[in-house]
């Protein structure tokens, strides 16, 4: 069985900082990974995702994430936070080896709270 | 992009009415819609994988004659929360996917927000 674990509930950064938000995961195969962020009562919002190829991977707003398979890890970055980056980020994992029948497994999510 | 939009945003019904939630898929075509649940400051649940003209697939422990799914069409999936009370209140968000191998790519919608009082 896949899973996700967001180990922070909460990850409080001053403006122009940068930030890290931690996610590891289980899976038989290789993952695919994804980000995601969600804004009060909004649905999510893709962020970035890694399938292959650079484990280093580059997506929307200036975030960033590394994929390091020896120690299971997609950590979200930012070099430098924004207080509109507030928001409740989740880690997402899918086993692509299993076909149509692969679901997305989420984290428990992580609530970003970026202060002046 | 793929734009998937849900409707309502947001609804209030009285405890044993039934509600119905609608997932469309804007721009594309998607033989395959996931329905979720959110509790407040918790993770998404997956609930059931709704495939277009057949059953819905339930994950464990949602009861499928409570949450009833209808994906009658390759652009619209249907959630029916059935005589519906206080502890269904919660987050709703459905979701497309685009694709046939394990390679699909996934699209949500901005979730609907029901409140059974």
């Known amino acids: 069985a896949q899973s996700v674990a967001q180990p922070e509930d909460q990850v409080n950064v001053a403006e122009g900082n940068p930030l890290t938000v931690k996610c590891t995961y289980s899976?038989?195969?290789?993952?695919?990974l994804f980000w995601y962020v969600q804004y009060p009562n909004r649905g999510l919002q893709f962020l970035l995702k890694y399938i292959t190829g650079d484990n280093l991977v580059k997506g929307s707003y200036g975030f960033e994430a590394e994929f390091n398979k020896s120690q299971t890890s997609f950590h979200l970055k930012k070099p430098s936070a924004l207080v509109s980056d507030s928001a409740l980020y989740f880690c997402a994992v899918r086993d692509p080896n299993t076909g149509t029948a692969s679901k997305l497994t989420f984290g428990t999510g992580t609530r970003l709270q970026v202060t002046l | 992009g793929a734009v998937v939009s849900q409707h309502p945003s947001r609804v209030i019904c009285k405890s044993g009415t039934s509600v119905k939630i609608e997932c469309r898929s804007l721009d594309f075509q998607a033989t395959t819609m996931f329905w979720y649940r959110q509790f407040p400051k918790k993770s998404l649940m997956l609930m059931a994988t709704s495939n277009e003209g057949s059953k819905a697939t339930y994950e464990q422990g949602v009861e499928k004659d409570k949450f009833l799914i209808n994906h009658a069409s390759l652009t619209l999936s249907t959630l029916t929360v059935t005589s519906a009370h206080p502890e269904d209140s919660s987050f709703y968000i459905c979701?497309?996917?685009?694709?046939?191998?394990?390679?699909?790519?996934?699209?949500f919608g901005p979730g609907t927000r029901l409140t059974v009082t």
């Open positions: 899976v038989s195969g290789n993952p695919y």
């Open positions: 979701s497309a996917r685009v694709g046939t191998s394990g390679k699909y790519e996934q699209y």
